[in-house]
């Protein structure tokens, strides 16, 4: 059974960071590339950072500079460290499997709140 428990949001302040952490299981992870995904009120899911097994990584536009998804795959572990936030920047982080089609696995951890406000 495929798990995926994220961790590590919270309130911050504009320009402040935090790091988001990811354990998955029940699945092969060094198989897959890992990404993670936001999703802010009444918006979509969107990817914003995924890595591949190899570790080539990738970024939306948006957090290109800012932040940086790393992973463990000794751990099962994903990380997505997040500088200067912003308020934009606020949602539920999810992290799931990627594919060019979208994501690997239908079901989805709780995700972690992330808000960013003065």
């Known amino acids: 059974q495929v798990q995926l428990v994220e961790s590590g949001g919270g309130l911050v302040q504009p320009g402040g960071s935090l790091r988001l952490s990811c354990k998955a299981s029940?699945?092969?992870?060094?198989?897959?590339?890992m990404g993670w995904y936001r999703q802010a009120p009444g918006k979509e899911r969107d990817l914003v950072a995924s890595?591949?097994?190899?570790?080539?990584?990738n970024y939306v536009d948006s957090v290109k500079g800012r932040f940086t998804i790393s992973r463990d795959n000794a751990e099962n572990m994903v990380y997505l460290q997040m500088n200067s936030l912003k308020p934009e920047d606020t949602a539920v982080y999810y992290c799931?499997?990627?594919?060019?089609?979208?994501?690997?696995?239908?079901?989805w951890g709780q995700g972690t709140q992330v808000t960013v406000s003065a």
């Open positions: 799931n499997g990627v594919l060019q089609s979208g994501p690997v696995f239908p079901s």
């Open positions: 890595i591949t097994r190899a570790g080539n990584t």
């Open positions: 029940g699945f092969s992870f060094y198989r897959n590339t």
